[in-house]
């Protein structure tokens, strides 16, 4: 089933204000549909009753569901419970209110966490997602979206409601979370290099830097999820079909900032995660989708984006 996102259609999108949420709004723009997205202080989508009275309100012909509880790497190991127990919550009140409501499809915002490790495969494919258990390092939010995942396939066996689950890599670029404490490998050190450049100090960056990842840039996330929504079906793959060490990362940032690569020190005592991970992109591939952005170039906006607006970031 296909569904095109045609003129005057109500879209609405769950976590609109994040990275992803204001890129996808920035492409909606230019298919001519109403969107509606709530702030978190608008709407909280832990709270049952109010969710599916918003999607009442609303009645949306499609949602875009990117609101979550986001940690990086230090956050989820340091907050399993939090990380459970909202997801859970946030997620099971959209789906609902979207059955409630008549949506006709959902496309969600899964995590490339949901896989198995060790991985199956070098290559992720679709199929492996419940072949074991993921990462203890994002164990609880890997679970969370998996049962988002479960929710949404059992939501359209028995009531009908379209859907797909967006399996995604490292995601980036302006109004991300830069807190490098617990935020994503790449904002979190896009603020360490800009500490660093304004401060003349040496920048740590956390492991080794031989953890490989797929790193898609926002306004290519939101080109992907328009196909998605008009010609995906299920679980699919979202990412660049690209893999990069968390060392090309820094330095490429490295000569963004103009502070060198003499001036970065590695903690080794600090985690890596898992060390490769790759999604066969094959699926999304066969929409149409292709990225717009290589990672220089998205590397290039997103740290000049940040200069530009330390003072509203995320921090």
Same mark, same amino acid.
């Given at each position: 089933m296909t569904e095109k996102l045609t003129n005057g259609a109500v879209v609405l999108v769950t976590g609109g204000r994040g990275l992803v949420g204001r890129a996808l709004q920035n492409r909606l723009a230019e $298919?001519?549909?109403?969107v509606v997205a709530p702030t978190s202080s608008e709407l909280d989508l832990r709270d049952p009753n109010a969710t599916h009275a918003f999607f009442r309100e609303v009645s949306p012909d499609y949602v875009f569901h990117l609101a979550a509880r986001v940690y990086g790497i230090m956050g989820n190991i340091m907050n399993k419970g939090v990380s459970i127990y909202e997801n859970v919550m946030i997620n099971t009140n959209v789906i609902e209110g979207s059955r409630l409501a008549g949506v006709k499809k959902v496309v969600s915002m899964g995590s490339g966490c949901v896989y198995p490790y060790p991985p199956p495969a070098e290559h992720l494919t679709e199929d492996m997602i419940f072949r074991g258990e993921p990462h203890s390092s994002e164990d609880s939010y890997a679970h969370s979206k998996r049962l988002m995942y479960a929710m949404q396939k059992a939501y359209q066996e028995q009531y009908g409601l379209d859907y797909a689950f967006v399996v995604s890599g490292n995601l980036f670029g302006p109004h991300d979370s830069f807190?490098?404490?617990?935020?994503?490998?790449?904002?979190?050190?896009?603020?360490?290099?800009?500490? $660093?450049?304004?401060?003349?100090?040496?920048?740590? $960056?956390?492991?080794?830097?031989?953890a490989q990842r797929d790193f898609t840039y926002s306004s290519d996330v939101a080109e992907a999820l328009t196909f998605i929504m008009e010609g995906g079906q299920g679980a699919i793959n979202m990412g660049s079909g690209q893999v990069h060490k968390?060392?090309?990362?820094?330095?490429c940032l490295a000569e963004v900032s103009g502070i060198g690569m003499d001036a970065v020190q590695f903690d080794t005592s600090k985690p890596d995660g898992q060390e490769y991970r790759y999604y066969d992109v094959s699926k999304l591939q066969a929409l149409g989708f292709k990225p717009r952005v290589t990672l220089a170039e998205g590397l290039q906006k997103t740290y000049d984006w940040f200069v530009k607006n330390y003072d509203q970031a995320r921090l």
């Amino acid at each position: 089933m296909t569904e095109k996102l045609t003129n005057g259609a109500v879209v609405l999108v769950t976590g609109g204000r994040g990275l992803v949420g204001r890129a996808l709004q920035n492409r909606l723009a230019e $298919a001519n549909v109403k969107v509606v997205a709530p702030t978190s202080s608008e709407l909280d989508l832990r709270d049952p009753n109010a969710t599916h009275a918003f999607f009442r309100e609303v009645s949306p012909d499609y949602v875009f569901h990117l609101a979550a509880r986001v940690y990086g790497i230090m956050g989820n190991i340091m907050n399993k419970g939090v990380s459970i127990y909202e997801n859970v919550m946030i997620n099971t009140n959209v789906i609902e209110g979207s059955r409630l409501a008549g949506v006709k499809k959902v496309v969600s915002m899964g995590s490339g966490c949901v896989y198995p490790y060790p991985p199956p495969a070098e290559h992720l494919t679709e199929d492996m997602i419940f072949r074991g258990e993921p990462h203890s390092s994002e164990d609880s939010y890997a679970h969370s979206k998996r049962l988002m995942y479960a929710m949404q396939k059992a939501y359209q066996e028995q009531y009908g409601l379209d859907y797909a689950f967006v399996v995604s890599g490292n995601l980036f670029g302006p109004h991300d979370s830069f807190d490098f404490e617990s935020g994503h490998v790449i904002p979190s050190l896009v603020h360490k290099f800009y500490n $660093a450049a304004r401060e003349m100090t040496p920048i740590v $960056a956390w492991g080794t830097g031989k953890a490989q990842r797929d790193f898609t840039y926002s306004s290519d996330v939101a080109e992907a999820l328009t196909f998605i929504m008009e010609g995906g079906q299920g679980a699919i793959n979202m990412g660049s079909g690209q893999v990069h060490k968390i060392h090309d990362i820094i330095e490429c940032l490295a000569e963004v900032s103009g502070i060198g690569m003499d001036a970065v020190q590695f903690d080794t005592s600090k985690p890596d995660g898992q060390e490769y991970r790759y999604y066969d992109v094959s699926k999304l591939q066969a929409l149409g989708f292709k990225p717009r952005v290589t990672l220089a170039e998205g590397l290039q906006k997103t740290y000049d984006w940040f200069v530009k607006n330390y003072d509203q970031a995320r921090l």
